[in-house]
């Protein structure tokens, strides 16, 4: 069953015209600036592309991308977007078709990088879901990895501190979307800081990536053996002993996904659901008949997820 929400503005509490105008960002979080690198007008607003320096992932460069809606002012409620593997900040932007919804709502977007790039870590680019473009999200502690790869400060602390220093956004009207691996984080990122994100959603999720090829190989990588410590980057584990505000979270999940109808399901929307009637945590599951897990069932019901924020950050 497709589910929708009307959307209401929030333009009324944005207060003044945003300044678009600015080549560098102020970053907080590591005292340097964020170089514009790209702009470009959409449905009345303005797609943002930056690039900077990040204290937090070992001094490496990192680029991601903002969207603000037209008159977006002081308050503007913003909705996080975690990509998945193989993905960059600029999939999403090119492929999702969210700009549309977002300016008629009212509400910006923050689309980050997936991963460090550049390390130079042996292995880092040898494989499509471990190490560049496959940050899954988690702080790394292992030897090798645990200076560059700490996707989860960068999202929850850095990315945000370096937003507040310029962009009029809100920092208490939040919420957390993301695809594949992004969904995986959104989650767990939600879970994790209970106050902090209004709502949380997802398409096509990792849900309880402890139990699956994927997680094993990451976690495994990044964290070490100890699968006791893995816990703390699953969504079905964290679901156990969740007990803060209700987190309205939503899941689309297509039936002709390979990853989730194929040999091995790596998804497992159903222990999401599992855990969530166990825990009594509200959950909205949707199975979309015959859509896989590509960006052409993200645009089709990007506008449901967005629209489902806004009401929840109303």
Same mark, same amino acid.
Request: glycine share 12%; with cysteine.
């Given at each position: ?8 503005? =929030?333009?009324?509490?944005? *207060? ?38 990040? *204290? ?24 996080? /977007? ?40 042996? *292995? ?20 090798? /990895? ?83 410590? /893995? ?55 949707? =199975? ?27």
């Amino acid at each position: 069953m497709i589910r929708s929400f009307a959307c209401r503005s =929030l333009r009324a509490c944005h *207060g003044n015209k945003a300044v678009f105008g600015h080549n560098a960002l102020r970053a907080m979080s590591t005292g340097g600036t964020a170089e514009k690198i790209g702009e470009n007008v959409c449905f009345g607003g303005q797609v943002q592309r930056f690039k900077h320096t990040s *204290g937090v992932l070992g001094g490496l460069d990192m680029k991601f991308t903002v969207f603000l809606p037209p008159g977006g002012g002081k308050g503007v409620p913003v909705i996080y /977007w975690l990509s998945g593997l193989t993905c960059t900040d600029e999939n999403f932007t090119q492929k999702a078709g969210a700009f549309r919804k977002a300016a008629e709502c009212g509400v910006a977007l923050v689309m980050p990088d997936t991963s460090p790039r550049g390390a130079g870590i042996t *292995g880092e680019d040898e494989s499509y879901d471990f190490g560049s473009g496959a940050g899954f999200y988690v702080n790394a502690t292992t030897e090798d /990895w645990k200076k560059n790869y700490r996707m989860y400060d960068y999202v929850v602390k850095e990315l945000p501190e370096l937003l507040a220093s310029q962009f009029p956004m809100s920092t208490d009207k939040i919420s957390i979307m993301g695809h594949s691996m992004g969904g995986h984080g959104a989650l767990t990122i939600a879970l994790k800081n209970p106050g902090a994100y209004k709502s949380a959603s997802a398409f096509a999720p990792i849900c309880n990536p402890t139990q699956v090829p994927w997680g094993e190989k990451a976690f495994s990588g990044y964290l070490g053996d100890d699968r006791e410590a /893995w816990k703390e980057y699953d969504a079905c584990e964290l679901i156990k002993k969740y007990s803060g505000p209700n987190l309205h979270l939503y899941v689309d999940q297509g039936t002709a996904d390979n990853f989730f109808s194929g040999d091995v399901n790596q998804l497992q929307p159903d222990a999401l659901k599992e855990a969530c009637e166990k825990a009594g945590i509200p959950l909205t599951l949707h =199975l979309r008949e015959g859509y896989d897990h590509s960006y052409f069932f993200m645009a089709t019901f990007i506008d449901d997820h967005i629209a489902h924020h806004v009401k929840c950050m109303a």
